[in-house]
């Protein structure tokens, strides 16, 4: 039962060490400490991004607005931080709590306002998008040295990132959807007229889940900000698409309900390397999005072998 | 069993939801009226006629978008698929081909693109979501090499250039032309058994597929006519521009899509239609229009395009009902 | 009947629906009904498709709020904004769409909103599992694994997971909507065993099943709904199964199935399949359909009935053996294949796999054979009405409109529209998936009627039904089968109930876990 | 080669580049940012034609590009990834003007020279060359004064909202503007693109009428077809270096002011790389002539090109550093 839920997160649970391993014959160095803090810092975002988008998914929605919600937060971020901890310390919370709540109002215009989630959230990109603007009109701004080194440095020979990335999970992710409140994010996804039947309370699943990526997307977006030690606006954009790949990538099915948060991060992880292994690998950059957009279509095709197996049409239709 | 969990919606809503077309004519005017009341320049035929123009691009791409999303399904690579197709097209035109030859390259080859993504979507059931997001990078990459990192060729037929921004009896050109894919979409989903198998699948794949109908094709069809009629826009617009360039599709990713679903199509499919859209795709325009010369900043700018259409939705959106 | 009964008189009802009116749009689905049952009392509920049952079950488990009228609890009034205020009341239902997740295991499905919980809201995984397996266990539901998911089971065993699921919250009152449907004979004396226990502890039950010689014994009173009104209430023993019928439906209905006599064998049969063989779920199987012959498959569930229906009709692709048309091999493997061949399937799972539940009924009607009216690919709307109105009179589908969407209609409507599909197509072979589960009594005559019609008028039907006294009814022939084989072929004296169930155990072979992935 | 004229210090003041010398030849890395479009794809292939020259190819080893894809994440692992390849100098074009520093100091600090371009960097650590955006703005807002008279009606066509370089031009055209209030202004964004330009261009025109002077930081050539398809006469316009804004003024002989962003940039970097490397005394902040074309010096052939096509960056010679490339070579160039 455990090998069944995490087989769809097999695919980049093997991918991903074959693309560090092509990494290290090209650039052996990156074993190192520094190289596995190259390695971390790389991903991290885009994980964090990952797993917001998988929050919703979940309840089979989708949303667009991750990447807007990074930006929102790093213009924040950088805006208002300050040099002094007090300051900086409050413009954190801000953050996360900004990120909660602009989720959160995404998931009662999904859940109370019975709308499509795709159109919701690509209304509130532009409207988050904005507000980043309005906070940030130019690249800019700065954070405190401790705060930038402190998420991207490394304890020993461990990677920061991936530290500040296991304690979300581990003190966020998994506490939430291993609650009541998780199964029935879960149980929403998979079945909402059974959700409701079964007594859960469908309004609140929904928005749990959105304010959750929210949350994670403002998580996201504190990282960029230690990582860049500044702000810019326009930042987030690529968050959104990419994080929907790394989503789909890591064997969560858009059709929600399914899926554990390992196979995202993994491929936010995979997805992110891929560039840097094409540089060592000396590749032109001409040919960047060939390969890229190539290996995704490599990869989609290769994890659909249940569509392409199975004998029964019936259960084809539904994979 | 959704159907019915739905059951204490008020009754106003369920009458907007029944006439959510009319609704978002009727919001249409409403937007025009307001964009001239805000400037009475707008309201004048030029202008109009210009609004019209941009209208066409975004309305014949909303063609293919109206297609894939009454399946489900929603298509990510208009961009790059957009901007190769003209590009392919005023190359082979630059090296001698005829203006036919030149132009039914570009447009196969959309098609061409479509099928691709029906492949994906089909046979190997990859989500359009991300099977067409893959699709467009891919295509971004190899524009790039196509092109091998040299301005795109703008030799651009000089009749072409005159016919997509001329006008016949009082109508640019290139709208006249929207107008005829839109009144045969229109006709094809309303009318032909095509149409009603694009319904059929998206309401219900399997019980579709159960009653004989092969909806691999029905996918295949419609990711051809998305790719088909991006790159018929890239053509339009290589005329209005007189030119191709690299990244002329940034624009059409997002817009067409919103227009549709403003116009009233589910992204769940099965529900909408292409007469929607075209009311979609009018506000759109019209709302990027009133916006990009108001003198306020991008940030106000986005923050009410969001909004509007987050109210847009809101006022005839929600009807749209939780289905299994 | 139980001692318990008797005592009735002296109290109160447990839970009680006075005066109820439930509208939806122009249809007047509740009028004025009443239901009430008492503790210590199973309570039957009847009425035709469409009489309202499941409004009242979703009324009273807080799913509609009703129009007008009072539900009370022990005598207290009590209103229910959702679901979940309901199930708090103790009221416990298993629903006719089971509402179970797929993806997640038997356990996460029993306790569903109720998990145990630890340290910071942290579900308890296992004591999850083993109150679960305590409670498979009381139930005697032993088979299940509480680990395996649900989307890997049997619809049989999925019925058992939502009954597990609705008394695990400890209702007082347990309300099953067509809870039985998929279960075998063996299953359904466990389930009754279970109620008869909630009996003794003082709990009632509402119990609404189409099977209703399977309730007979078990249930203490009984109402009945016609038109969204309930027209009679009263002790079991006092209504005969004629009279329950005549409540029902109004009316008389004559009953039933008179004796088959066989269809000898041709030299080109309608359908011969010879070693047709299907991943792991069809063996080496052969077969032959005559024309003007009804065959029955039986024997236990999942036995690879329904997947041969599947195989022939094309839901399955890469077959092995051969299939003959009239005497032609046939090319097979995708259901407009089988179409083409003149197969018809009638599926599992009509709302699912059978209609555009939120399309018209029109084109519903229509959808297998629009190439017939459609010119140059454009339909022509006259053509395509008077087929469509031809369809409606034929089969009597009762509907105010065909523009109405497909979800409009009731049950057995719903079943009809899905086989007038088919009859367009001028098919010559049907292949029945359990048609007449979850409908009526008097829809379940009429489609009879029209299974003998199109054996009379020489096409061939391959019936799959878990109701034995249909297959015995219904058959010329009855094919049981085992582990995706025919072990046994009953026909003439030799075909009856007790044939078929003692040739389905016979075999001995246990059952193999249902596979789906 | 003139470096002297040709990299010149950013302002009075500005301090030499101090870096420990090297022996040559270098291995050189171009970190860039995004590649899909026409500027980017030139610049790209102006650095590579540049140093397959032999007078420079002496002093390369080896030159790699890279691109980033538009991702602050993905340059900032691109910069690491250069450091620990060990290349002698990174050129940078960079996602985001603050978002790398901390990764250039990382390469700094390992001995690597950076030298950021176009879309600068802010950290002190890399030497910084480009043109002077301010001092574009204010070209073409001066060329808008003098042909209005600090009068009527004025069109801004401003690049992408919430970028330095749009800020900069924008900052200095209005400075120059503000005195005059007679100068109406309509801004749009035009997001340095024809088909935007174009499209917001129609826009302000149906809403503004006529305008009396144009000034626009890209996409000019858009701008002009629009304010053409409106039927009007093309009004005095400040822009870009876009070869079809040129043809455009050739032909019809409007007013016009063109200076580009000149995909040279890349080459003048590694040429300022070369240069510190081996201990040639440089600016550590370098600002490039603006390379400006009036209808005077609008030549065929020479800083536009009849036949080629109208997204070309026309500005890939500046005169004052003494590079000339023959634009066909630059584009033949092996991707």
């Known amino acids: ?319 | ?324 | ?517 | 080669m003139a470096a002297e004229a040709c990299l010149k210090p950013w302002q009075d003041g500005t301090k030499p580049a101090r870096w420990p010398t090297k022996p040559g030849p270098y291995k050189i890395a171009i970190s860039n940012s995004y590649i899909g479009n026409t500027w980017r794809t030139e610049m790209v292939q102006v650095a590579k034609s540049y140093v397959s020259r032999p007078e420079v190819a002496k002093d390369v080893a080896s030159l790699r590009v890279a691109s980033a894809g538009n991702d602050v994440a993905a340059q900032i692992a691109q910069l690491n990834e250069m450091t620990l390849a060990g290349v002698d100098a990174i050129i940078l074009n960079a996602a985001s003007p603050t978002g790398l520093n901390s990764a250039i100091n990382q390469a700094a600090a390992a001995g690597i020279l950076v030298v950021s371009f176009d879309n600068v960097v802010t950290t002190p650590k890399a030497i910084k060359l480009n043109q002077d955006q301010y001092q574009m703005g204010k070209a073409w807002a001066q060329f808008v004064l003098d042909q209005t008279g600090g009068k009527g009606s004025v069109l801004m066509v401003r690049g992408v909202a919430g970028t330095f370089v749009d800020q900069e031009r924008t900052r200095a055209a209005m400075e120059l503007f503000k005195p005059y209030p007679d100068l109406k202004l309509t801004e749009v964004y035009g997001e340095w693109d024809d088909g935007t330009g174009q499209k917001v261009t129609a826009n302000a025109l149906a809403a503004g009428g006529k305008f009396d002077a144009v000034w626009s930081q890209g996409g000019t050539t858009g701008v002009c077809r629009a304010i053409q398809q409106a039927g009007q006469k093309i009004p005095p316009t400040a822009g870009e270096a876009e070869n079809g804004f040129r043809k455009l003024a050739y032909e019809l002989k409007f007013p016009m002011l063109s200076i580009g962003q000149s995909p040279t940039l890349s080459a003048l970097s590694i040429m300022a790389a070369v240069n510190i490397l081996k201990g040639e005394p440089t600016p550590s902040e370098i600002s490039i002539p603006l390379p400006v074309v009036t209808n005077e010096t609008l030549e065929p052939g020479k800083n536009f090109f009849p036949d080629l096509p109208d997204s070309l960056f026309t500005a890939i010679n500046i005169g004052a550093c003494g590079l000339e490339f023959d634009v066909n070579e630059v584009l033949a160039q092996k991707v």
């Open chain 2, 1 to 324: 069993m959704n159907a019915t969990l739905q059951g204490r919606r008020s009754s106003p809503a369920l009458l907007i939801a029944e006439h959510s077309v009319l609704v978002a004519y009727i919001l249409l005017l409403l937007l025009v009226g307001v964009a001239i009341a805000l400037n009475p320049a707008f309201g004048s035929l030029g202008n109009l006629k210009a609004q019209l123009l941009i209208a066409s691009f975004v309305g014949i791409i909303a063609i293919g978008q109206t297609f894939v999303i009454l399946t489900g399904h929603i298509d990510l690579s208009v961009p790059w698929n957009l901007t190769f197709s003209a590009i392919l097209a005023a190359t082979c035109y630059a090296n001698g081909y005829g203006i036919p030859a030149a132009f039914g390259l570009g447009i196969g080859f959309g098609a061409l693109v479509g099928a691709f993504n029906a492949v994906g979507v089909a046979i190997f059931r990859v989500h359009s979501l991300v099977w067409t997001l893959a699709t467009n990078a891919l295509l971004q990459g190899l524009a790039l090499l196509y092109i091998n990192g040299q301005p795109p060729r703008s030799t651009i037929p000089p009749f072409w250039r005159d016919m997509v921004t001329g006008d016949v009896g009082g109508l640019p050109m290139a709208a006249l032309l929207w107008l005829v894919l839109a009144v045969l979409t229109i006709v094809v989903l309303k009318r032909t058994s095509f149409g009603r198998k694009v319904y059929a699948t998206g309401t219900n794949e399997t019980a579709a597929f159960l009653s004989g109908i092969d909806t691999r094709l029905v996918y295949l069809t419609v990711f051809i006519i998305s790719g088909a009629s991006s790159a018929v826009a890239g053509l339009l617009l290589t005329g209005y521009a007189s030119q191709t360039y690299l990244g002329m599709g940034n624009d059409y990713l997002l817009v067409p899509i919103a227009a549709v679903i403003i116009g009233g199509t589910s992204v769940l499919g099965g529900t909408g239609g292409y007469v929607g859209s075209i009311a979609g795709t009018l506000m759109v325009v019209v709302l990027q229009a009133v916006l990009s010369t108001a003198q306020i900043g991008q940030a106000g700018k986005n923050i009410i395009f969001g909004g509007i259409i987050l109210l847009l939705v809101l006022l005839y959106g929600r009807a749209a009902r939780v289905n299994d």
């Open chain 3, 1 to 517: 009947m139980d001692a318990t009964y008797a005592q009735e008189g002296h109290r109160r009802p447990l839970l009680a629906a006075g005066g109820i009116v439930k509208r939806f749009g122009g249809t007047l689905a509740l009028d004025r009904a009443d239901l009430a049952c008492f503790p210590r009392e199973i309570h039957a509920l009847h009425g035709a498709n469409g009489a309202g049952k499941s409004t009242m079950v979703k009324i009273l488990s807080g799913i509609f709020a009703p129009d007008t009228g009072t539900i009370t609890l022990r005598g207290q009034p009590v209103s229910f904004a959702n679901p979940r205020e309901a199930a708090s009341h103790g009221i416990g239902t298993v629903f006719q769409e089971l509402s179970l997740f797929a993806h997640m295991t038997v356990a996460e499905n029993v306790m569903i909103g109720r998990e145990p919980t630890g340290l910071l809201g942290r579900i308890a995984s296992g004591k999850l599992r083993r109150d679960v397996q305590i409670l498979l266990e009381r139930l005697k539901i032993t088979h299940l694994d509480p680990d395996a998911m649900v989307a890997d089971l049997s619809l049989a065993d999925r019925q058992l997971v939502e009954i597990a699921k609705a008394l695990a919250g400890d209702p007082g009152v347990l309300i099953l909507d067509e809870g039985t449907s998929a279960l075998a004979p063996r299953e359904v004396d466990r389930l009754f065993a279970i109620l008869r226990h909630l009996r003794l502890e003082g709990r009632a039950v509402i119990f609404i099943s189409h099977r209703m010689a399977e309730a007979r014994e078990l249930v203490d009173r009984v109402t009945i709904f016609r038109n969204g009104q309930s027209v009679v209430t009263a002790p079991m023993q006092d209504l005969d199964d004629e009279a329950i019928v005549e409540h029902m439906l109004g009316r008389r209905v004559e009953q039933s199935f008179e004796r088959k006599a066989g269809v000898p064998p041709s030299v080109t049969p309608l359908l011969r399949a010879r070693g047709l063989t299907v991943a792991d779920r069809i063996k080496d199987l052969d077969l032959t359909l005559e024309a003007g012959e009804v065959v029955g498959l039986g024997g236990r569930e999942g036995q690879g009935q329904g997947d041969l229906l599947l195989a022939l009709f094309g839901a399955y692709r890469r077959l092995g053996g051969r299939i003959e048309c009239r005497g032609q091999p046939i090319r097979t493997g995708t259901p407009w294949r089988g179409k083409a061949a003149g197969i018809a399937l009638i599926p599992e799972d009509r709302k699912v796999q059978g209609l555009l539940q939120p399309m018209g009924i029109l084109p519903n009607l229509t959808l297998a054979t629009l190439p017939r009216f459609a010119r140059h690919g454009l339909i022509n709307r006259g053509q395509e009405d008077a087929l469509a109105g031809n369809l409606q009179d034929r089969l009597a589908i009762k509907a105010a409109s065909l523009r109405l969407p497909v979800r409009s209609l009731s049950g057995g409507n719903q079943q009809k529209v899905v086989l007038a599909k088919w009859l367009a197509t001028g098919a010559d072979i049907f292949l029945f998936y359990d048609p007449t589960r979850g409908i009526d009594v008097g829809t379940k005559q009429s489609f009879y009627r029209l299974i003998e019609e199109l054996a009379a008028t020489g096409k061939a039907v391959l019936l799959y039904s878990t109701e034995t006294a249909e297959l015995v009814g219904l058959c010329h022939r009855v094919l049981v089968m085992n582990d995706g084989r025919i072990t046994a072929e009953l026909k003439g004296d030799g075909l009856s109930e007790a044939a078929i169930i003692q040739a389905g155990a016979s075999a001995g072979v246990a059952s193999p876990e249902r596979a789906l992935h």
């Open chain 1, 1 to 319: 039962m455990i090998l069944t839920r995490y087989r769809p997160a097999l695919l980049a649970l093997i991918g991903l060490p074959l693309i560090i391993i092509l990494y290290w014959t090209q650039q052996p160095l990156i074993l190192s400490s520094f190289g596995a803090r190259i390695l971390a810092n790389q991903g991290t975002t885009l994980a964090l991004a990952a797993m917001a988008q998988m929050a919703v998914v979940l309840t089979r929605g989708v949303d667009l607005s991750v990447g807007a919600m990074v930006g929102l937060s790093n213009a924040i971020a950088a805006t208002y931080m300050g040099d002094s901890l007090t300051s900086a310390t409050l413009t954190i919370i801000a953050v996360l709590l900004i990120g909660t709540a602009a989720g959160a109002l995404n998931g009662v215009i999904v859940a109370v306002g019975r709308i499509q989630p795709i159109i919701v959230t690509l209304a509130s990109l532009y409207i988050y998008g904005g507000l980043a603007l309005l906070v940030l009109p130019e690249p800019g701004g700065s954070v405190p040295d401790w705060f930038a080194t402190g998420l991207t440095d490394s304890t020993g020979p461990v990677p920061n990132g991936l530290i500040f990335l296991l304690a979300v999970i581990f003190l966020v992710w998994l506490p939430i959807m291993s609650s009541r409140l998780g199964r029935s994010i879960y149980a929403v996804g998979d079945n909402e007229g059974a959700a409701y039947v079964s007594g859960l309370n469908v309004v609140r699943a929904k928005i749990v889940a959105y304010a959750m990526s929210g949350l994670l997307a403002a998580l996201a977006g504190l990282f960029l900000t230690a990582q860049t030690t500044s702000g810019d606006a326009t930042i987030g954009s690529g968050y959104t698409l990419n994080s929907v790949a790394a989503v789909v990538f890591g064997g969560v099915p858009l059709m929600g309900g399914r899926g554990v948060v390992l196979g995202p991060v993994l491929a936010a992880y995979f997805l992110s390397i891929i560039v840097s292994v094409l540089f060592a690998a000396g590749i032109s950059p001409f040919y960047q999005s060939v390969v890229q957009g190539g290996l995704l279509i490599i990869v989609l095709a290769a994890g659909s072998y249940r569509a392409l197996s199975s004998p029964n049409w019936l259960q084809v239709l539904r994979a």
